[in-house]
């Protein structure tokens, strides 16, 4: 079975360090991906089941800087380079590109979803609480959809 390959951009990551949850990654992918540029940008120490890469198209991931931050277009260019893979990214602009390319996003709210949908967590609205008080914004709209799909 071939497994999926996951790439993930610097907030959910540091969103999931900062609550004491990166360990759902794992149970939920088994091994995940960010990038060179990524890696640079988090000043926490990261379990080694999180690879590093810099296997993308420099000439993608400069053209992508003109419009996102860094470490998006990064993550979005090692995305492209390998078909099928699935993306974490939160910020808008960010998902937005990554779409238009055709790209399989999801973000920190789409792994608690999944996480609560797979037993792995009790309570997805706890989670959403902890990330708010970790700076992590979401507008009380999406807060309420993101409940109502938790079932909470």
């Known amino acids: 079975m071939h497994e999926l390959l996951v790439i993930a951009d610097f907030s959910s990551l540091i969103a999931f360090v900062a609550i004491g949850e990166l360990d759902l990654l794992v149970k939920l992918y088994h091994k995940v991906i960010n990038t ?3 890696r640079q940008e988090i000043q926490a120490d990261l379990p080694n089941w999180i690879e590093v890469s810099s296997n993308y198209d420099l000439t993608q991931f400069q053209i992508l ?4 931050h860094l470490g998006e277009a990064s993550a979005i260019s090692l995305a492209l380079e390998n078909p099928g ?6 910020e808008f ?5 990554a779409k238009r ?9 789409g792994i608690i979803i999944k996480a609560k949908e797979q037993g792995l967590i009790i309570s997805g609205r706890e989670m959403l609480v ?4 970790h700076g992590f914004w ?3 709209k999406l807060k309420k ?4 799909m938790l079932n909470e």
């Open 93 to 97: 602009k960010g998902r937005s590109v």
């Open 36 to 38: 060179d540029v990524v």
């Open 145 to 148: 959809q993101i409940i109502a």
């Open 138 to 140: 979401l507008s009380d």
């Open 65 to 68: 800087q003109l419009e996102l």
């Open 85 to 90: 893979s699935k993306l974490i990214i939160d």
């Open 130 to 133: 902890k990330l708010e008080i």
């Open 101 to 109: 390319l055709g790209l399989s996003v999801t973000g920190t709210t």
